[in-house]
């Protein structure tokens, strides 16, 4: 309602600057004094000027400098706390990058330990395995040995008596059969 008030009075202070009052003097201190009612009108159109421009030009103007100026200190506050949020996130993810890389090599490491004890291992089970199938392989060389001598001694007997059957020209009782038989052994052990 007050603006509306205003804008009527700047017509007027148009017309009142555009009036002109002239009175018509010769003496020279009338031309050094103004006239008041000329100095009066204009002065009063100068005061309308100015609060016509300072509520229609100055006020707006002001509001939306200052409206622009806290929007820019606003994006530059937003844009200041993003940076910073951006920093703190950038360190975050270094940090999350560091640890993981660490994890990475300590699981790399443990890896490579397990492989190492799971090589050992695999290496001492194939140890024994060999060094029990080589007491097996000596055990089964010893027993066929002995039962190759077994064998042996057998034959030997066999042919013995049949030889001493065919020497003696009879049949041999088996008193006289053993004690030929363990002197016959006896002689062969002697040889060996």
């Known amino acids: 309602m007050k603006k509306k008030r205003l804008v009527f009075l700047l017509p007027l202070a148009i017309l009142l600057t555009g009036c002109d009052i002239n009175i018509t003097s010769d003496d020279f201190t009338s031309k050094l004094i103004p006239n008041w009612v000329s100095f009066v009108t204009q002065l009063g159109a100068l005061i309308v000027l100015i609060i016509v421009i300072f509520v229609f030009a100055y006020k707006p103007v002001k509001k939306i400098v200052t409206k622009r100026q806290e929007y820019i200190e606003s994006n530059i506050k937003e844009a200041e706390e993003s940076k910073a949020k951006w920093k703190e996130n950038e360190e975050l993810s270094k940090a999350n990058v560091l640890a993981s890389s660490r994890t990475a090599a300590d699981i790399v490491a443990e890896a490579k330990t397990d492989a190492e004890k799971e090589r050992n291992k695999i290496i001492d089970?194939?140890?024994?395995?060999?060094?029990?199938m080589k007491k097996e392989a000596e055990n089964d060389i010893a027993r066929m040995k002995e039962d190759a001598k077994e064998e042996i001694r057998k034959e030997m007997v066999s042919v013995a008596l049949d030889a001493s059957k065919e020497l003696l020209g009879r049949e041999v009782n088996s008193?006289?059969?053993?004690?030929?038989?363990?002197?016959?052994?006896?002689?062969i052990k002697k040889d060996n």
């Open 125 to 132: 089970e194939t140890a024994l395995e060999v060094e029990r």
């Open 175 to 187: 008193s006289d059969n053993t004690r030929l038989l363990e002197e016959f052994i006896d002689d």
